[in-house]
């Protein structure tokens, strides 16, 4: 009587490891991410009216944690121009960073404390605390704790070429 064993691939995230379905959902949590956040700067960048966040900044989040912050940003003038462009610049960077799987956790770093000030902004939580900026959030941090860009992504290709022991930098950023 012979048996087979069933073999898995597994992908190696450092200390973790994940089978074949997880790493592939990784990839597709980071695609999706990407995409949305890629297309939510690029929309910003070349649409119709440049982007201003000063509305929003001054009026919109008085249910804030952050209010004072916010209206002290928007009342500015070179923080608020700041803002205006690297809202917009950093969606595109950050999405695309994760579209091609590129210093994944970096991005995933600043997608995720762009999703604290737009959950924190948006402190309507009369239907509770979960909402999209939250679940947004997750993803973030969710493709960055497990490096989701060594799968078929950039960072797969540089983890191949240097050994990620030896450089404890290199390691952390993919």
């Not at 995230?13 to 890629?38: K, S």
């Not at 909402?131 to 060594?150: I, K, P, Q, Y």
């Amino acid at each position: 009587m012979s048996t087979t064993a069933a073999t898995e691939t597994r992908f190696d995230f450092g200390t973790h490891r994940v089978g074949n379905v997880g790493a592939y959902w990784l990839v597709a949590l980071r695609l999706i991410t990407g995409w949305w956040f890629l297309q939510a700067g690029v929309t910003k960048l070349i649409g119709p009216e440049p982007f201003a966040a000063g509305g929003w900044l001054a009026n919109a989040t008085g249910a804030s944690p952050l209010h004072g912050l916010f209206v002290w940003v928007a009342n500015t003038p070179w923080l608020l121009a700041f803002t205006d462009v690297a809202i917009p610049v950093g969606e595109a960077l950050i999405g695309l960073g994760l579209v091609v799987g590129a210093l994944t956790r970096l991005a995933a770093l600043f997608g995720g404390l762009l999703m604290v000030l737009f959950y924190l902004g948006n402190a309507d939580w009369a239907h509770g605390y979960v909402n999209g900026d939250l679940l947004g959030l997750v993803a973030f941090v969710t493709v960055g704790v497990f490096a989701a860009g060594r799968v078929l992504g950039v960072d797969g290709l540089l983890a191949e070429r240097f050994d990620l022991r030896e450089d404890g930098l290199l390691r952390y950023l993919l």
